[in-house]
């Protein structure tokens, strides 16, 4: 018998809770999940996609094929509180709760598990339950509603500080307060999508007047996103040691960024057309569970620094933070054209990150904002302490004035025709690595500049 809703809501997150799902000797029966860098057994993120006949499905990724969830719920291959999650998974499955996920989760290891309970009817419907990804369009997870980017990177904070002359030290208000912009949710696209080279008003250097065109600074941020699940009444905010509760799960975020609108346009409010014109996420959800064995202490302070009572939770600081790597990969088009593979131009940690996930959560709706599912929140650039742990060409070419080498070609700014990848993944002595897939895009170059003459 299904549990109702109201009684898989009471159970608690399971953030940090290792189980049989993390097992790195159990291995799939589906074709090439054995090994796969990021779509293991062990991960199974939720995503929605289309199919090749324009019908829309939830499924989740299993090495690199997807799984129907439709057909699995169609032919009746989960039981209990699994069947209800995945019924549920087809209507929202950003909105499912932390207890609906796990039962999914753990109904469908044990489908896809070698040997596990159900396997062989499931193995015996393959050709209809499964989908080959590189035959299904990604759709974003969830409709967006709000989106907001935080400033979490603290190394990229401090670099930000230093080439604007304020000399690396941190603002203040950064020990104590998750700083963040409210961002633009229409223009977030998923990985694949091609970036068009925005037009924006500029103040050329040395000049009095600015001009409108094509942007020359257009710069990249690798960040993570967090989806925010079941949200808050407006009023009401969210405790912290709830926070986590409310996390669906993870996605790569490259925040699009153009250098020189920004310092045009930011002498009395923040970003504004300078980010809004894209977004690229990757499509799949890599949830709480799956990272479970992917978890790390809070940030640790100086003693001095430490954050006020309603950011504080012992779980949340024994457990809240990310244990992942991340990479930045790019080529030219002249590259791609001549077969050269993606040239790694980042590699940072998102143990870099000030501020928990949940922390920033809780901020978010400390005031009483109300979060609704869907939500995406953005980490904020995480750069490291040293140069190639630069998030972003801001800080890598010093603002443009030291290019950075992408294999036989050299760069500031990102040019058109430039391909841009970001990756993460995690990986543990005992755990299999799991990994966030795809989010990549290319830059067209801008449109003709619209003229005002008849
Ligand atoms: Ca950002």
Request: proline share 7%.
């Amino acid at each position: 018998m299904p549990l109702r809703p109201t009684h898989l809501k009471l159970m608690n997150s399971s953030t940090h809770l290792i189980d049989d799902t993390h097992d790195s000797a159990a291995t799939s029966w589906v074709d090439g999940t054995q090994g796969h860098p990021d779509f293991p057994l062990q991960n199974l993120p939720l995503g929605r996609f289309y199919l090749s006949d324009g019908r829309t499905r939830t499924g989740i990724a299993i090495g690199h094929q997807a799984l129907d969830l439709h057909a699995v719920v169609g032919m009746d291959l989960l039981n209990g509180d699994a069947r209800y999650a995945a019924e549920h998974a087809l209507e929202a499955p950003i909105a499912l709760s932390a207890a609906e996920r796990l039962a999914l989760r753990r109904g469908v290891f044990e489908l896809l598990r070698v040997g596990g309970r159900g396997a062989d009817r499931a193995r015996a419907r393959h050709t209809e339950i499964l989908h080959l990804q590189d035959q299904i369009t990604m759709q974003l997870p969830a409709r967006i509603g709000s989106f907001t980017d935080f400033n979490a990177g603290i190394h990229h904070t401090r670099n930000g500080r230093q080439m604007r002359g304020d000399g690396g030290s941190l603002p203040r208000n950064y020990h104590h307060v998750p700083i963040a912009y409210h961002a633009r949710a229409s223009s977030v696209k998923i990985s694949g999508t091609p970036v068009r080279r925005p037009l924006g008003q500029t103040l050329p250097q040395g000049q009095e007047t600015p001009v409108f065109g094509p942007v020359q600074r257009l710069d990249i941020e690798l960040e993570l996103g967090v989806w925010v699940a079941q949200g808050n009444a407006l009023g009401t905010p969210i405790p912290i040691e709830n926070a986590a509760d409310h996390i669906a799960g993870y996605c790569l975020l490259n925040d699009w960024s153009s250098r020189d609108v920004m310092a045009w346009e930011m002498d009395r409010l923040g970003p504004f057309l300078g980010k809004n014109f894209a977004t690229t996420i990757s499509a799949w959800v890599i949830s709480p569970e799956a990272l479970a064995p992917f978890r790390d202490p809070a940030y640790v302070r100086a003693p001095q620094d430490q954050p006020l009572p309603y950011l504080l939770s012992p779980q949340d600081q024994k457990h809240g933070a990310l244990a992942l790597q991340l990479a930045a990969e790019m080529r030219s088009a002249r590259q791609r054209t001549a077969g050269v593979p993606l040239q790694r131009v980042v590699s940072t940690s998102a143990e870099y990150l000030y501020w928990t996930p949940a922390q920033m959560l809780c901020h978010h709706a400390s005031n009483g904002c109300n979060m609704e599912p869907g939500d995406l929140l953005g980490t904020g650039t995480i750069s490291g302490p040293a140069h190639h742990m630069y998030g972003s060409f801001r800080e890598l070419s010093r603002v443009g004035t030291e290019p950075f080498d992408m294999g036989d070609e050299q760069r500031c700014w990102a040019e058109d025709g430039d391909e841009i990848a970001l990756s993460a993944w995690g990986q543990r002595q005992g755990f299999v690595r799991i990994g966030f897939g795809e989010c990549r895009a290319q830059i067209l170059p801008a449109i003709d500049l619209p003229t005002h003459e008849g």
